[in-house]
C-alpha cells in the first residue's frame, strides 16, 4: 500500500479537521498542562501559554514511591500511593481471570455448540446492558452479609469479572469462529487432546480478539468508579475513588488532583495509541458486519 | 476414564468457571435484587431481618416528586444526548469518509476521549467550567463579557453536563457510521454516480438508507449506555443544582448511600432495568429481523 494515492481537499476541509483534533483533545491537553502548573499559575487571571512547567504535582501524588523526599511536602500522604498499588493489582488480576475463563467459555460455546447460539447471544447481550449502578444494592448486601468478602480486592476482582465476561465471550466467539475446524481436528488426530487443542492451536490464533478484549477488561476495571467505592475499605480504595473522594473537599487543589486524573488517564491512552486497531474492532464488532 | 467421556464432559469444564461466576457474582444479585425491592431494608440489617413490604417501595417511588423529576431529567438526557450525537456523528462520518491521509491517526485521536476513565472526563470538564478558573470563563472574562454560571444554575447544569457528555461519545457513533460507509458497495455508489446524482443525493437516497440497519443499532447501544452514564456527573455536580442534574443511577446511589433506603434503591433499579431490557430485546429483535430478510433476499436470488 506504499503507492496508495490521497485525494486533494479543499482548506476549508482542512481547517474543519484541525478544528475537531483541537476540540477533541483540547480538554485532555489542558489537564496535561494544569498537572505541570503550581496553583499560583492556576489561579493567575492570564490565560498565559507561557508557565515553567514543574513535576511538582506529580511528586505530591507519588511521594510514596519515590527515593528521595519532595523538599515542597512537610508530610508525605500516602493515600494515592497506596490506591495506585490497589488499582494496578484489580485491574491486573481481573483482567487475567476474565480472560482466561471467558475464552474458554466461547471456544465451548462455538465449537460444542449443545445449547443454540441464540440464547447465549441474547443472554450475553442482556448481561451486558446491566449498569453497575443497578448492581450496587445487591452487590453490597451479598458481598457484606453473605460472602464476607466486602473491603477486599478480592471482592471488588469478582464484581469485575462478573461484568466484564459478557462482553469477552461475545467478542471472542466472533474471532474463534473464524478459527478454521480443519486445524483443530489435524490437531486433534495427532492425539492432542480438548486443552491441547485449545491452548497451542486455537489461543495463539485468537490473538488479535484477545487484545481486544483484554483492553476492554482492563479499562473498564481500571476506570470504574461506583462499585469500587461501595465495596472498598481504606485499604483497597482504588485510584477513582480517592480523586472523587478528595473532590468533595470545599478547596480543591487543582494542580495535584489533575496530576493524579493524569496518571489515571495514562494507560489508557498508551493502549489507544498502541492498539486502536483492535479497539476499533472491538467497537464496531455486533454493530457493523463484515 | 474413557477418552469418550473427557470429551463428553469437555464443553462442561470449559463453561463450568465462566458459568459459576456469572451465576454467583451477576446472575444472584440481580433475583437479589428483585426480592430486595420488596423489602424496608436499611444498611445495617442482614436481609432476613429486613421486612417484606410488597409493592410498597413501588408505590412510594411513584408518589415521590423527586424520583419522577429524576426519572424526567434521565429521558430528557438520554433524548437530548443521543439526538445530538447521531447527528454530529454521522454528519461528520459523511463528511469525512474521504480518501485521506491521517485517517487513522484521526480515529485514534477521536477514540481518545472514550478509553479515559469518566471520572477522569469529569474532573477535566469541572475544571473547565470552574466560574474563576475554568477556560471558559476566563476566555469569556477577557473578551468582555460576564461570566456563564456553567455548572451553579440549573439549566445550565444540564446543557453543560449533555456538552461534555456529546464530547465524549459523538466520536463511537462517528466511528461506528464510518465503519458502516466503508463497507458500503462500491457498486451502488457508482451507480448512483453514473446516473447523475448530486452528492446530497447520494447521500440521501444512497447512503443513509443503506447505513440504516447500522445506525439503528448504534442508536440503541448509544441509548442503553446513555443510562448508565454516572461517573461523569456524578463529578461534575453531582446531581445537582437541586434535582436538574440527577439522573436515575445517582439517584439510586444517593437512596442507597446517603438515604440508606436498600429497599427503595432497589426498586429504582428494578424500574432502570426494565427499560434497559426493553431497549435491548428492541435491538436483538431488530437484529434478527434484519438477519432473516438478508437470508430471504439470498434465497430469492438464487431461485432467480
Sequence with gaps: ?290 | MSIASTNRMTPYLFLAPAGLVLAFALFYPICYMIYASFLDWNPSQRIGEAEFVGLRNYFKLFGDDAFRESMGVTLKFAAVVVTIEMFLGVGLALLLDRNIRGMSVLRTLFILPMMIAPIVVGLMWRYMYHPTVGIFNKTLKSWGFDGIPWLSDGSWAFASVVIADVWQWTPFIFILSLAALQSLPASAIEASKIDGASGWQQIIYIKLPLMLPVLIVTLLLRLIDSFKVLEVILVMTNGGPGLSTEILSLRINRTASEFRELGEAAAMSNLLLIVLLILTFTMFIYNKAQDARAARLRAVEEEV
Design chain 1, 1 to 290: 500500500m506504499s503507492q496508495q494515492t490521497y485525494d486533494r481537499q479543499n482548506p476549508a476541509f482542512y481547517a474543519l479537521l484541525i478544528t475537531l483534533v483541537v476540540m477533541a483533545i483540547g480538554p485532555i491537553y489542558l489537564m496535561l498542562t494544569t498537572s505541570l502548573k503550581l496553583n499560583i499559575d492556576i489561579m493567575s487571571d492570564s490565560s498565559s501559554l507561557l508557565f515553567m512547567p514543574t513535576l511538582r504535582n506529580y511528586e505530591t501524588a507519588l511521594c510514596d514511591f519515590l527515593w528521595y523526599e519532595p523538599e515542597h511536602l512537610r508530610r508525605c500522604d500516602p493515600t494515592f500511593g497506596r490506591a495506585l498499588t490497589n488499582s494496578l493489582i484489580i485491574g491486573l488480576i481481573s483482567t487475567a481471570i476474565t480472560l482466561i475463563i471467558g475464552t474458554m467459555a466461547a471456544y465451548a460455546l462455538v465449537r460444542f455448540r449443545f445449547m443454540g447460539r441464540d440464547v447465549v447471544s441474547i443472554w450475553t447481550l442482556m448481561m451486558r446492558m446491566v449498569p453497575p449502578a443497578v448492581l450496587l444494592v445487591p452487590v453490597f448486601g451479598i458481598w457484606t452479609f453473605q460472602f464476607g468478602i466486602d473491603g477486599s480486592r478480592g471482592g471488588i476482582i469478582l464484581v469485575y469479572v462478573a461484568l466484564n465476561l459478557p462482553f469477552v465471550i461475545w467478542i471472542l466467539q466472533s474471532f474463534i469462529v473464524q478459527v478454521p475446524i480443519q486445524l483443530e481436528e489435524a490437531a486433534r488426530m495427532d492425539g492432542a487432546g480438548p486443552f491441547q487443542v485449545f491452548f497451542l492451536v486455537v489461543l495463539p490464533l485468537i490473538k488479535p480478539g484477545i487484545a481486544a478484549a483484554s483492553i476492554f477488561t482492563f479499562r473498564v476495571a481500571w476506570n470504574e468508579f461506583l462499585l469500587a467505592n461501595a465495596l472498598s475499605d481504606r485499604n483497597s480504595r482504588t485510584v477513582p475513588v480517592t480523586i472523587v473522594n478528595s473532590l468533595t473537599e470545599f478547596d480543591i487543589d487543582w494542580g495535584v488532583i489533575m496530576a493524579t486524573g493524569m496518571l489515571l488517564a495514562i494507560p489508557p491512552i498508551i493502549f489507544t495509541f498502541v492498539a486502536s486497531r483492535q479497539i476499533i474492532t472491538g467497537m464496531t464488532a455486533g454493530a457493523v458486519k463484515g
